[in-house]
């Protein structure tokens, strides 16, 4: 015992973790195992050296603890950025997801006044919001999606991106999802022909597969519409 006490005394402390570890380049093999250097034997291994090198004081623990918590907290950061949240909502009888990072509001269904020589059909009037005039867009007539035509929208999707507030009548908001960002699965071509080409992926939602709109390119083609 004591033999093996002097060796590893006598061993250098490979501090590979912040080498090829979770604070290197993480190009370690072992990461793919282990996740991250917390979980990892030569981790524990260079814990034990380091204990049997200096004596065992509160201080030592605190650093240790400080060392352990800091990985904690560097894989709960990386498991929640890679998930992302997307407001679910019903278009006549399609389910679809926007992301929540550009959605400013839902509001109230208002009056809308519309635009004078406009061919576009998809694009509405123009709306007060909080005081100033927005742009509605109707996704339905965009999609080409099946809906009631005497029953009107039931509230308001106000999203902003890159500058410019568009606002898209909904007829159902159903609330927040969250999903991995590698959970998007290929558009089928069940969804509304129109639509596919505005949907990023298909998302699993209760049950079903929802597609995920792709507001970069939606915002893209409305602006060149309306200019």
């Excluded at 998930?83 to 509001?105: D, F, M, N, P, Y």
Aim: glycine fraction near 6%; aromatic fraction near 6%; proline fraction near 4%.
């Amino acid at each position: 015992m004591v033999a093996v006490r002097a060796a590893r005394q006598a061993a250098a402390i490979d501090d590979c973790w912040n080498r090829i570890g979770n604070k290197g380049d993480s190009s370690c093999p072992l990461l793919q195992q282990h996740v991250r250097c917390l979980n990892c034997p030569s981790f524990a291994s260079a814990a034990l050296q380091q204990l049997d090198r200096v004596p065992a004081s509160e201080e030592v623990a605190r650093e240790w603890g400080r060392a352990a918590l800091s990985e904690l907290e560097e894989g709960a950061n990386q498991a929640l950025q890679a998930q992302a949240s997307a407001l679910v909502v019903r278009i006549g009888e399609e389910w679809l997801a926007i992301a929540t990072a550009v959605v400013q509001e839902v509001t109230e269904v208002r009056a809308v006044h519309s635009l004078p020589h406009q061919r576009n059909p998809a694009i509405q009037g123009v709306l007060n919001i909080r005081g100033a005039l927005r742009i509605c867009i109707s996704l339905a007539q965009l999609f080409q999606l099946a809906t009631a035509p005497a029953k009107p929208a039931g509230q308001l999707l106000v999203v902003h991106y890159e500058g410019q507030t568009l606002v898209f009548p909904v007829d159902e908001v159903a609330g927040l999802h969250r999903y991995c960002g590698d959970a998007l699965a290929p558009v089928p071509t069940t969804l509304a022909q129109a639509a596919i080409q505005y949907t990023r992926g298909m998302l699993d939602w209760r049950g079903r597969q929802i597609g995920l709109l792709d507001h970069d390119l939606l915002f893209y083609v409305l602006n060149r519409s309306m200019t």
